[in-house]
């Protein structure tokens, strides 16, 4: 499920110093848009993997405070750079990847105006489940 038309603006985040790729993913982990040079099977693989990581990160609001309080962003980082994953609309979220230099703050606020420019063209319909007689 690649949604073509929000590639363009993926590419510009990863235009970013620092920057390597970007996939807009549904909340049930289906890819809808990736930037350039993801192949479709690293898109693939790293939407199911942040949509786990988006229920897990989810599951730990109690260990912030007493109240409920919404997820926004995980960021994870490892030896050769970082992976941030960002609430886009209600069912669907914003993954991009970079190296160890990346300007963090600076990149986190970029992700964030890629939200806001992708604005409704992110909500996502829960999915239908077809009868199986067809």
């Not at 930037?35 to 990581?53: C, K, P, Q, Y």
């Amino acid at each position: 499920m690649t949604t073509a038309d929000l590639s363009w603006i993926l590419d510009d985040l990863v235009d970013f110093p620092s920057a390597r790729h970007a996939v807009v993913l549904s909340a049930d982990g289906l890819r809808m848009a990736a930037s350039r040079d993801v192949t479709d099977e690293l898109a693939d693989h790293i939407s199911a993997t942040a949509s786990g990581m988006q229920s897990l990160s989810r599951n730990a609001a109690t260990f912030v405070g007493d109240d409920v309080t919404p997820w926004q962003q995980t960021m994870i980082q490892y030896r050769g750079g970082y992976l941030f994953l960002v609430a886009a609309s209600d069912r669907s979220y914003l993954a991009a990847s970079a190296q160890a230099d990346v300007d963090i703050v600076t990149f986190s606020d970029r992700m964030a105006k890629v939200v806001e420019r992708l604005g409704s063209a992110l909500g996502v319909a829960p999915r239908q489940v077809e009868d199986e007689r067809g």
